[in-house]
């Protein structure tokens, strides 16, 4: 059975870090590209992140690039978020979504998220 | 970047069909993938490559999509389908390629 958990959410003052994981298990983590997605308190989905299954090509969101880094240990079967100079606005639950096999990116596992909270 | 535009809200009476848009620019040549989000929960993958479905998913989930809109179909619509929906398509063509729709409130009345 496929699994992603998330940790690491909490409450963090603006301006602070915060690093977030995906444990992956029930598949072949190394063979699989990864994304974060947020969902901001009643708001929608937005994309935030994606990695490659090697991790060689990364692209982020225009909301948190500069600020967030994506990485991940194949060999751990775990996803980061690294969050640094976090605004009120980064506010959200975030989850770590699996892309399927096709070659249309769809996400076709979810975890059940972490919130991270922005506020002093 | 890739916008996806859907509508706020959809209500349907229990066994009627409900039909969510989502529009972008000539999304028909792009592959549009559905999920549905119940409140509290992950979202879920309902609909991918404009009209697949996922192992699990009924039948009464169906897609379309053709020229700037794609369509997510609910037949027979039961109480426990009531969620919000979100579109989402991979812009290959930028460097920012993840994209959502901005979600649909589907209320069965």
């Known amino acids: 059975e496929v699994q992603l958990v998330e940790s690491g959410g909490g409450l963090v003052q603006p301006g602070g870090s915060l690093r977030l994981s995906c444990a992956a298990s029930?598949?072949?983590?190394?063979?699989?590209?990864m994304n974060w997605v947020r969902q901001a308190p009643g708001k929608g989905l937005e994309w935030v992140s994606y990695?490659?299954?090697?991790?060689?090509?990364?692209y982020y969101a225009d909301s948190v690039k500069g600020r967030f880094t994506i990485s991940r240990d194949n060999a751990k079967n775990s996803l980061y978020l690294q969050m640094n100079s976090l605004r009120a606005e980064d506010t959200a639950v975030y989850y770590c979504?699996?892309?399927?096999?096709?070659?249309?990116?769809?996400?076709?596992?979810w975890g059940q998220g972490t919130l991270v909270t922005v506020s002093s | 970047s890739y916008v996806l535009t859907q509508p706020p809200s959809v209500s349907v009476a229990p066994g009627q069909t409900a039909r969510i848009t989502c529009g972008g620019n000539?999304?028909?040549?792009?592959?549009v993938h559905w999920y549905q989000q119940k409140p509290g929960q992950a979202p879920v993958l309902v609909v991918y490559?404009?009209?697949d479905r996922p192992s699990g998913i009924p039948e009464r989930f169906s897609g379309s999509n053709s020229g700037n809109t794609a369509t997510l179909t609910i037949s027979r619509v039961e109480a426990g389908d009531e969620a919000d929906y979100y579109c989402q398509v991979w812009d290959s063509s930028s460097d920012r390629p993840g994209v959502f729709g901005g979600g649909t409130k589907l209320t069965v009345l």
């Open positions: 990695i490659s299954s090697s991790g060689s090509t990364i």
């Open positions: 000539n999304i028909g040549s792009k592959s």
């Open positions: 029930g598949f072949t983590f190394s063979s699989y590209e």
């Open positions: 490559d404009d009209s």
């Open positions: 979504a699996r892309v399927g096999r096709g070659y249309s990116y769809e996400f076709d596992y």
